[in-house]
């Protein structure tokens, strides 16, 4: 009797003119896409979803990725090029990073070799494994460098699920967290997706990303629906995202 209460929408309705503030779609330097083409088929697909404006931030993770503001920055030329080819002069795209917190982040940050969002934020992970040993430590150093932290998807580290006290701690450390759209709706199982509900009910979460890797986490957010309950629990972090990175 009551059903159409209970019909959902899809995301990406309510996406356009959102900012994708951590996302891997600069070409060839990390395991986003591989090819300034694939950067392309990526950039019209969230286009397709109202998203023209993009903090693109490929992995700083050594040895795997072992990449730097002058390698980056390559990549992002490189994009702007294929932009310009393709007529996309509408899409905005700027450079920063993903950092993982290990035992050679804080020699990279003191050497100047970061890449924040809009100057003052940036943004850092932890291993899906095991949580960095100085992560405590390197929050202390970024902060002192006049930066702010920003966890990327908090919701995905297992290991926390088992001790939410730590959620709050990292708050009170000054820490922000995204958390990613793809968590939402169970794409990396239903333990994270009731993690990042759960956080953004106790109003932990400060931004949402999509952390897209490729067409098929595009595909997969483009699939998400959502009650119109839960769309009101996170259209203020879509908003603030926008404020704050628009």
Known sequence: MFNWFL??????????????IHNHILPGIDDGAETVEASIAMVKGFGEMGIQRFIATPHILN???PNTPETIGAAHQEL???LMDHGLTQVSVEAAAEHMIDDAFEDLLHAGQVMPLR?????VEMSYLQPSLNFDQAITAITRKGLTPILAHPERYA???QQPEKYREYRQQGIL???NLLSLDGYYG???QKMAWRLIDEGHIDFLASDAHGLRHLEALS???LKPGELQRIEPLIIQTIDTFY
């Not at 959902?8 to 994708?20: I, N, R």
């Not at 100057?119 to 943004?123: F, G, M, R």
């Open 190 to 192: 239903r333990d994270v």
């Open 159 to 161: 290991y926390l699920h």
């Open 223 to 225: 699939e998400i629906q």
């Open 63 to 65: 040895p795997l990725y």
């Open 119 to 123: 100057k003052s934020y940036l943004l």
């Open 80 to 82: 702007g090029r294929g």
């Open 177 to 179: 967290f995204q958390l």
């Open 7 to 20: 019909k959902k929408t899809y995301l990406v309705d309510s996406l356009g003119g959102f900012v994708d």
